[in-house]
C-alpha cells in the first residue's frame, strides 16, 4: 500500500515512495501543514477496501476512512516526531499488516535547543559581565571614596595639629595672664594694705589741723588745711574703692553669709564716711522697721553701704540730706538709699554695668571724678549673696 504526501499548504507535491524503501520524511516548519494520500496494492478490490489511520504522537484512536477518502490532513503541526500509521480492510475482514512512515518536523531555529542553550550562555555570560562591571565600580567609587576620605582625614588632622598648636599658645597666654592678674591683685593688696595705716594717720592730722585751723587768724592756713583733708579724704575713698574691686573681681571669693543686724554693718558704713559727708555738710539719718537679721556676708554688704554712701555723698550738693530706710518686706529686709543729689540715669547705669573696665560716669558735685568701680563692686558683691539692687 503506496503512502504518498500529495499537499503541502495545498499545493500538490508528487513525491511517490515505497513505504518499503521511504520511511521516514523530514520537513522544515514551515512545511508543517500537509495531506497524505494512501491507497490498496489490489486494483480490482480498491473500491471495496476500508481503510484506517491515525498520526502517533498527534492522534490516539484510529480515524475510518472508506475507499472515497484515502487521505489524511493535518494542519500547522508542532516541531516534533510523528509516525503515521495506516491499514486496510478487504470485503472478508481481513486487515492488512500496519504500514507506517516517520515524519519529523523540524523547529525554527529560535527553538533548537542549541540556540536555547546560545541564549542561555549569552544571558548568564550578560548577566556575569553585568555583575563584573557593577563590582568594578563599586571598586572604582569605594576607591574614590577612600581616597577622598584619606585626604579629608589628613586636613582633618592638619587641622588638627594647628588647633592644638594654637590651643597650646591660648594655654600659655591665659597661664602668663592668670600670673600677670596674681600679680596686679597681689601688688593691690600689699599697697592697699601699707598705705592704709599711713593714711589713716595722715587722716587724723589732716582733721586735727583743719579743727585748729578754725581758730586761726590765717585764711590761708585755713584753707590749705581744708584741701589738704579733702585731699586725704579721697584719696583713702579712692584706695579702699580699688581695694574692694579687686575683691569683688576674685572669682574664687565666695561670699560667707551669717545671720546679722544690718543696722550695725550700717552704723559702722556711716561711721566711715562721716567725715566727707561733714566736710559737705550733708545730714545722714536712719529709719528701721524690722525684727529679724538678715542672712548675709558680712563683710561684703559693709562693702556695698559704704560704695553707695560713698556715691551718695559724692553726687550730693552741700547741705544736703542722705535717708536710709531698713524695713521687713515679706520674709526680705529691704534697704533703700534716698539723697536729695544729682543721681544717675538708667542709661548711664547700664553703661557702667555693661563694661569691664573702669569708665567715666561723671563728676561729683565739687568735681569728684567718678569711674563706675563702685557700682559695680555693689552689683558683684550683690549677686553673690544672691540678692538684687534696683535704681529709682
Known amino acids: 500500500m503506496p503512502i504518498n504526501p500529495r499537499e503541502l499548504y495545498g499545493k500538490d507535491i508528487p513525491f511517490p515512495v515505497a513505504i518499503g524503501y521511504a520511511n521516514e520524511i523530514t520537513l522544515p516548519h514551515y512545511l ?151 600679680s596686679k591683685d597681689q601688688l593691690i593688696s600689699v599697697l592697699a594694705h601699707d598705705f592704709k595705716n599711713p593714711l589713716n594717720g595722715i587722716l587724723g592730722i589732716s582733721t586735727l589741723l583743719h579743727k585748729e585751723s578754725d581758730n586761726s587768724k590765717y585764711e590761708k592756713f585755713r584753707k590749705y588745711t581744708s584741701t589738704l583733708l579733702n585731699s586725704v579724704n579721697a584719696l583713702i575713698t579712692q584706695m579702699m574703692t580699688v581695694l574692694d574691686w579687686v575683691q569683688s573681681e576674685d572669682a574664687k571669693l565666695q561670699a560667707s553669709p551669717v545671720e546679722i543686724n544690718l543696722e550695725v554693718l550700717l552704723d559702722d558704713a556711716i561711721s566711715l564716711e562721716t567725715s566727707n559727708a561733714t566736710r559737705k555738710k550733708i545730714t545722714i539719718t536712719t529709719h528701721t522697721d524690722y525684727s529679724s537679721n538678715a542672712l548675709v556676708d558680712p563683710r561684703m554688704a559693709s562693702m556695698v553701704f559704704r560704695n553707695i554712701l560713698s556715691n551718695a555723698i559724692k553726687f550730693t550738693e552741700q547741705n544736703g540730706t542722705i535717708i536710709v530706710f531698713i524695713q521687713e518686706l515679706e520674709n526680705t529686709i529691704d534697704t533703700t538709699f534716698i539723697d536729695s543729689g544729682i543721681g544717675m540715669s538708667n542709661e548711664l547705669i547700664n553703661t557702667i554695668l555693661s563694661r569691664n573696665e573702669a569708665v567715666f560716669s561723671s563728676y561729683g558735685t565739687e568735681n569728684e571724678k567718678g569711674t563706675g568701680l563702685g557700682l559695680r563692686i555693689c552689683k558683684s558683691f550683690l549677686e553673690k549673696n544672691s540678692r538684687n539692687a534696683h535704681n529709682y
Open 32 to 182: 508543517s501543514s500537509f495531506t497524505i494520500n494512501f491507497a490498496s496494492i489490489d486494483p480490482l478490490n480498491n473500491r471495496n477496501i476500508m481503510y484506517a489511520y491515525k498520526l502517533d504522537g498527534l492522534e490516539d484512536a484510529w480515524i475510518q476512512a472508506d475507499a472515497n477518502s484515502r487521505h489524511a490532513n493535518y494542519s500547522a503541526l508542532q516541531p516534533g516526531t510523528y509516525t503515521f500509521q495506516v491499514k486496510a480492510c478487504t470485503e472478508k475482514g481481513n486487515w492488512s499488516q500496519i504500514n507506517s512512515v516517520l515524519i519529523t518536523v523540524v523547529p525554527p531555529w529560535w527553538r533548537t535547543i542549541w540556540f536555547r542553550f546560545g541564549l542561555s550562555l549569552f544571558v548568564a555570560l550578560a548577566i556575569t559581565g553585568f555583575v563584573f562591571y557593577r563590582f568594578s565600580s563599586l571598586r572604582k567609587v569605594n576607591k574614590m571614596l577612600e581616597q577622598q576620605v584619606q585626604i579629608r582625614t589628613e586636613s582633618l588632622f592638619h587641622k588638627n595639629e594647628i588647633l592644638n598648636e594654637k590651643q597650646l599658645v591660648i594655654e600659655m597666654k591665659n597661664q602668663q595672664l592668670k600670673e600677670v592678674l596674681n
